[in-house]
């Protein structure tokens, strides 16, 4: 079984704090996404890593960055945190090749909220 | 610009009944559709997929069906059942690279709730 580990499932952190969120997955995936999910927007993208030390931006990249310095691990940070990054934040991975489908495999997430 | 559109925000069905979920999307330069179920309190799951060349792809209880022209893909639970109850949402695959990198765009989802 797939496996998508983030470190916490609940955040609480004051505005302009640094903030970082872990995800650690077991299936030697070379892609990794970062989230993060509001009612009514659904799941937008905010950075993905192909390989180690790569790093793509997503759709909402403002005000994040990502690190991944091994394979199996992808760090969200959160600068300055700010009221309006309170969110549900979703890690995923999947493996790399596109002639067939890669099922993205997601953690539990980790619910941020900013004060 | 929201290139995937689940309309619907919520549904709610009757146990026993079929469920039919509806998504929309505008760039015809996706090759895969998914759908994905989420729980509270938990990841989203991946449920059911199609390829951009096929109409329909089944999967037990699960049918998904896709119309090129309409840019419209639905999905359809028979019979329901109340573990069912979840947001679904679907998803669209884009090639954004030469290396193959691949992301996916996800509609809003909708609430599916059965009623026993």
């Known amino acids: 079984d797939v496996k998508v580990t983030q470190s916490s499932r609940y955040l609480v952190k004051r505005t302009g704090e640094k903030v970082f969120l872990e995800c650690v997955q077991d299936m030697d995936h070379e892609n990794m996404f970062w989230y993060r999910q509001d009612p009514g927007l659904g799941l937008r993208l905010i950075y993905f890593?192909?390989?180690?030390?790569?790093?793509e931006k997503g759709d909402i990249p403002e005000g994040y960055s990502v690190s991944r310095e091994k394979k199996e691990r992808f760090s969200l940070i959160l600068e300055s945190a700010s009221t309006n990054q309170t969110s549900m934040y979703l890690c995923?991975?999947?493996?790399?090749?596109?002639?067939?489908?890669?099922?993205?495999?997601f953690g539990a997430g980790t619910r941020l909220s900013v004060l | 610009d929201q290139q995937v559109k689940q309309n619907s925000p919520s549904l709610s069905v009757q146990e026993g009944r079929i469920s039919i979920l509806n998504c929309d999307y505008t760039n015809s330069m996706f090759d895969y559709f998914l759908w994905y179920k989420k729980y509270p309190a938990e990841g989203p799951t991946f449920l059911i997929s199609?390829?951009?060349?096929?109409d329909k792809n089944e999967d037990g209880r699960f049918t998904v069906f896709l119309n090129k022209s309409a840019k419209h893909l639905s999905l359809h639970i028979v019979p329901s059942q109340p573990g069912d109850s979840a947001v679904y949402f679907c998803a669209a695959r884009g090639i954004i690279s030469n290396f193959g990198n691949e992301k996916l765009t996800f509609g809003t989802g909708t609430r599916l709730t059965i009623i026993p």
């Open positions: 199609i390829s951009s060349i096929k």
């Open positions: 890593s192909y390989d180690v030390k790569m790093k």
């Open positions: 995923a991975s999947s493996s790399l090749g596109y002639l067939k489908l890669n099922i993205q495999y």
